[in-house]
Nanobody
Framework: VPLVESGGGLVQPGGWLTLSCVAS????????MGWFRQAPGKEREFVAA????????YYADFVKGRFTISKDDAKMTMYLQITSLKPDDTAVYYC??????????????????WGQGTQVTVSS
């Protein structure tokens, strides 16, 4: 499996989580790595992305300062810290490597090498 996510779980509203995405080898890391999420019955949506070489970050509008994407080059790991969790954040969170540099980094179709996902459930 190229990418493996972890860190999901059941969290109360207002809580926080840090998700991890570990690459099994360097070739599974592309210049832009992204986080997406998919709630039941909904399309997979962009959450955040990071440029592996320069560190530039990109976020979906709904993030509104609650999410932070980061990376650890030595560990070949990308992180997504989520704070002030809301029930609407409930979804399976996926990481992926962008392979199509001609498509917008905000589109899921630009990414390949998807992980299996990690479930985040926000409920009291």
């Amino acid at each position: 499996v190229p990418l493996v996510e972890s860190g999901g779980g059941l969290v109360q509203p207002g809580g926080w989580l840090t998700l991890s995405c570990v690459a099994s080898e360097p070739s599974h890391i592309s210049n832009t790595m992204g986080w997406f999420r998919q709630a039941p019955g909904k399309e997979r949506e962009f959450v955040a992305a990071i440029e592996w070489s320069g560190g530039a970050t990109y976020y979906a509008d709904f993030v509104k300062g609650r999410f932070t994407i980061s990376k650890d080059d030595a560990k070949m790991t990308m992180y997504l810290q989520i704070t002030s969790l809301k029930p609407d954040d409930t979804a399976v969170y996926y990481c992926a490597a962008r392979r199509d540099n001609f498509s917008s980094l905000y589109l899921a179709s630009a990414y390949m090498d998807w992980g299996q996902g990690t479930q985040v459930t926000v409920s009291s």
